[in-house]
Nanobody
Framework: HAQLMESGGGSAPVGGSLRLSCVSS????????MAWFRQAAGKDREGIAI????????WVVGKEEGRFTISVDSAADTMYLQMTSLKPEDTAMYFC????????????????WGQGTQVIVSS
């Protein structure tokens, strides 16, 4: 069983930046994938970035390319999401997920989830 803990959320101005972190512990197998999802109030959970556990295979959803960067420090068991040029529509709860055997943006493929970290972007 794996445990995930996000941090780094908070309030930021439009155009600002935040870096989210996700520390993992426990039973995450080498070769599994990790991902960032977000869920805005009243909306479905949305996958925004995926990484292999060693960082060799990464993807960011097209509409956020150039603003969001996913990275992983495997030695520290930590995944990051660097967010820049923040917009009000980035306001959401951000979740990290792990344990998928597939390079997938389907939340059902991820058995392990953190509790989430809130991001609020305001002008």
């Amino acid at each position: 069983h794996a445990q995930l803990m996000e941090s780094g959320g908070g309030s930021a101005p439009v155009g600002g930046s935040l870096r989210l972190s996700c520390v993992s512990s426990g039973d995450i197998h080498v070769g599994d994938y990790m991902a960032w999802f977000r869920q805005a109030a009243g909306k479905d959970r949305e996958g925004i970035a995926i990484t292999s556990d060693l960082g060799g295979h990464q993807w960011v959803v097209g509409k956020e390319e150039g603003r969001f960067t996913i990275s992983v420090d495997s030695a520290a068991d930590t995944m990051y999401l660097q967010m820049t040029s923040l917009k009000p529509e980035d306001t959401a709860m951000y979740f990290c997920a792990a344990g998928s055997r597939f390079f997938s943006i389907n939340p059902e493929d991820y058995p392990y989830w953190g509790q989430g970290t809130q991001v609020i972007v305001s002008s």
